[in-house]
């Protein structure tokens, strides 16, 4: 299934109903995030894949989480001025975490998500798939959180290349420089940006 913008929009004004009480530039924010799949693909196949490495759903919580997700959070929050949102935002992250691991996960078999272009593109959509919508439930929760302009910034942001080209592309590059070193089949409780440990809830989630 494939999202495109205006679709991403038109879903959530579907959902929420009225887009100007939420604030279009917030409500762009959520669509911008998944914008650029193809962009995403390549990258992941350039920086990642290309350099050996042999990437699987575990490594999340051996590595992305508190060294990339982490302090993407505390960027985002710092450029919008959001500080009270932390928790909520680790809270959706560690729910999308945990949606994906039990509908994509099983995709993979006994493979990595590098082991051939189609395995890398099926699992990037579902990735996509449920990522948009594991996040939809939370955007009733941030976006008071944020005030318009703080939006407008921040698609502004998502617009421009510096994200895309520059700092996903070095976070992939610090991934692949560490990625033989971590054993997929390590036991790794799920921590909070503090290194306090906690629990993870799976669910089951049918089909959009």
């Keep these: 299934m494939h999202l495109s913008p205006d679709r991403v929009l038109l879903l959530l004004w579907l959902t929420f109903g009225s887009v100007n009480a939420l604030g279009l530039s917030c409500i762009k924010v959520a669509s911008a995030l998944i914008g650029r799949p193809t962009h995403l693909y390549n990258l992941f196949q350039t920086e990642i894949c290309e350099r050996g490495c042999e990437p699987t759903v575990p490594h999340w919580d051996l590595w992305t989480r508190n060294n990339s997700f982490v302090p993407a959070v505390r960027n985002i929050m710092t450029r919008m001025n959001i ?106 409780h799920q921590q909070g940006p503090s290194g306090e440990e906690g629990s993870v809830e799976f669910e089951n989630h049918e089909d959009l």
Excluded at 123 to 147: D, E, H, Q, T, V
Excluded at 150 to 157: L, M, S, V, W
Aim: aromatic share 10%; with cysteine.
């Design 83 to 188: 500080p009270h949102s932390e928790n909520a935002l680790f809270k959706m992250g560690d729910d999308v975490a945990s949606i994906i691991k039990v509908q994509c996960g099983p995709m993979l078999g006994d493979r990595h998500i590098c082991s051939d272009p189609a395995t890398l593109a099926d699992f990037g959509n579902c990735f996509k798939r449920y990522f948009f919508k594991a996040s939809l439930k939370y955007i009733p929760i941030l976006l008071p959180m944020a005030s318009d302009a703080a939006c407008k910034e921040q698609y502004q942001y998502l617009q421009g290349n510096e994200l895309w080209d520059e700092t996903i592309p070095k976070n992939m590059r610090a991934y692949a420089s560490v990625c033989h070193d971590l054993k997929a089949d390590s036991v790794v």
